[in-house]
């Protein structure tokens, strides 16, 4: 109870002159109890008083030993506004602002110097659906191409035989498969070798 009145939650006045008094009076006053005069010997000497801690003195204090009133006591006194505690930022919430704050802090520097940084060409192979279907067409009608070839080969070397010639079928499928599989390699190579090799030649103009 006692740190309730000290530190009481509420309205908080502003101390005067007849508070001031007031309050000293009731720490020797005998009718108040060892824990309320301790309390407002305390808060005396405070430049603020609580008003519930205020008023259980007033309240408790003999009425017949020149009490004041309490409009009498509180006449002069103000409101003290206290501006409430900031709220603490969560762990994870910290985390965000930081990854922001470095986000925000890369786009700044790379806008200071994108006129000096020589710009990157990302052209990549199949980039856009056109060149997907392309090549997805050219490697089917390949494979079918060896299928064919593989077909009338083996056709030919097994007298007309079904399975065989399915066979041949299969082997040269996969036998074009190989070939767009190197061709795929062979091209995406010589793009990487230019971009490399346009991205060098801008570094030595500068």
């Known amino acids: 109870m006692a740190t309730e ?62 009490r004041p009133s309490l409009i009498q006591l509180l006449s002069g006194s103000e409101f003290v506004l206290t501006s409430p505690k900031p709220r603490e930022k969560s762990q994870e919430l910290k985390a965000r602002l930081k990854k922001l704050a470095e986000m925000a802090e890369r786009n700044a520097y790379a806008e200071l110097v ?19 279907l392309g090549f997805g ?20 070397l097994f007298n007309h035989s079904p399975a065989m010639n399915a066979a041949g079928g299969i082997l040269g499928l996969i036998g074009g498969m190989l070939v767009e599989t190197f061709l795929f390699i ?5 793009q990487e070798l230019r971009n490399s090799t346009s991205a060098s030649k801008q570094k030595k103009d500068q």
């Open 5 to 66: 009145l000290r530190n009481p939650p509420g309205v908080v006045i502003s101390m005067t002159e007849p508070i001031r008094s007031f309050l000293t009076s009731a720490s020797r006053d005998p009718s108040l109890s060892q824990e309320l005069q301790e309390i407002a010997s305390d808060l005396s000497s405070e430049p603020n008083v609580p008003y519930k801690s205020l008023r259980t003195i007033w309240s408790s204090s003999d009425i017949t030993a020149h």
């Open 114 to 132: 994108k006129d000096i940084t020589p710009k990157k060409e990302t052209t990549e192979p199949f980039s856009s659906y056109k060149d997907q």
């Open 137 to 156: 067409l050219h490697v089917a009608l390949t494979m079918f191409t060896g299928y064919l070839v593989g077909y009338a080969a083996f056709r030919a």
């Open 186 to 190: 062979i091209r995406t190579s010589s």
